[in-house]
């Protein structure tokens, strides 16, 4: 170290550069102690760490007496002493604790972020396996919907369908029937009709008496009356 070639050496360098070295350790707790300011533990043990570390600046500045590097005394009294390896040994546990706290609270921290990596993904995909239901009960009602559509319209169509096939039953029923009125008047009212109808003539051209004596006006009468009695039938039919 600088310390140890200053004191063997006696070089104005390793002076400097032990003095250097002192500087840089305090510019180095202040900075430990303004990144660790949330954490009471660590804070503790950085006072503490002052404390040994000015007891080890005391001791270095004891051992060399001016700026040029100069020792006093004899070489053995420039030697570390029993009190600053002990200084020395505090330091080292104290960094060592330091390091250990910084390094669990590093685990904590990563901890904590994978903990809040993983809770964001389940929340993500909890969004998207929602999402996913929301769209396939959608897509459900969308085609429950069309097949509702499409039977209205079959059964729309079917309705349609059968409403023409029964008119066009029905218009073929009542041809039929005026068919059938026809031909029932055809054969049996229209042949009382054309009977009556000679009758008719007959009185119409034969004598009065003759007529009276031949019974035709009731045999007219009766064909009348058939005619009447038909028509009848057939309408009831």
């Not at 300011?37 to 002052?50: I, S």
């Not at 020792?71 to 002990?86: C, Y």
């Amino acid at each position: 170290s600088d310390r140890s070639l200053y004191l063997i050496t006696g070089s104005p360098t390793s002076f400097a550069n032990l003095q250097t070295d002192i500087q840089k350790v305090g510019a180095s707790e202040s900075n430990l102690r303004h990144l660790t300011a949330d954490n009471p533990t660590q804070q503790e043990r950085l006072t503490q760490l002052d404390n040994h570390t000015a007891a080890l600046i005391a001791h270095l500045r004891t051992e060399t007496a001016d700026s040029g590097g100069r020792a006093l005394g004899s070489p053995a009294d420039i030697q570390s002493t029993a009190e600053m390896i002990q200084e020395q040994e505090q330091v080292h546990q104290l960094l060592v604790a330091m390091r250990g706290e910084e390094n669990r609270l590093l685990d904590q921290r990563q901890s904590i972020q994978r903990n809040r990596l993983r809770q964001i993904f389940d929340f993500m995909l909890l969004l998207v396996l929602i999402g996913l239901i929301l769209t396939a009960v959608y897509l459900r009602m969308v085609y429950a919907e069309a097949q509702t559509a499409q039977r209205t319209q079959k059964a729309s169509q079917e309705s349609a369908d059968a409403y023409r096939t029964l008119s066009a039953k029905i218009l073929e029923l009542q041809d039929k029937e005026r068919r059938r009125v026809a031909r029932e008047l055809h054969d049996s009212v229209g042949q009382y009709l054309a009977v009556l109808r000679m009758n008719l003539d007959r009185i119409k051209d034969d004598d009065i008496l003759l007529v009276r004596e031949s019974g035709l006006i009731p045999d007219t009468l009766e064909i009348a009356d058939n005619a009447i009695a038909e028509v009848r039938t057939i309408s009831h039919l």
